[in-house]
């Protein structure tokens, strides 16, 4: 009978063997499918981002054509574009103002004291 017993406790052995075998390898497909879906999550969050500069980038582009299908967009643009004027119209130049540079008045003691104190 000891025998039997042996035969019977090998075979369990292999079976659990083999059964861990399985496991492990179902194992691996799972973490194999756990990857694939981050990847296409962080997929979906890059086109969700995508989608949101291109919508804004739309709307940018919407408005500058809803703005030169206008006589004044038109006339906007070939006066930006070409620097044509209508007829009798001058160039203007902004001239900016000269900067005036600040002195500073020094008081009549320190001014004294500078003149007797040359070596300063």
């Not at 799972?30 to 981050?38: C, L, M, Q």
């Not at 054509?65 to 203007?92: F, K």
């Amino acid at each position: 009978m000891p025998r039997k017993a042996t035969k019977q406790r090998v075979g369990q052995y292999a079976l659990a063997a083999l059964l861990s075998l399985v496991v492990i390898w179902l194992l691996f497909l799972v973490w194999g499918i756990a990857r694939k879906e981050e990847i296409a999550r962080k997929a979906v969050d890059d086109r969700k981002a995508e989608l949101a500069l291109l919508t804004e980038r739309q709307a940018i582009l919407q408005d500058n054509i809803d703005e030169l299908s206008t006589e004044r967009g038109h006339e906007a643009t070939l006066r930006q574009t070409y620097g044509v004027a209508r007829p009798g119209e001058e160039v203007i130049i902004v001239v900016p103002p000269k900067e005036v540079p600040v002195v500073e008045e020094v008081p009549w003691y320190t001014r004294a004291l500078d003149w007797i104190v040359f070596w300063k």
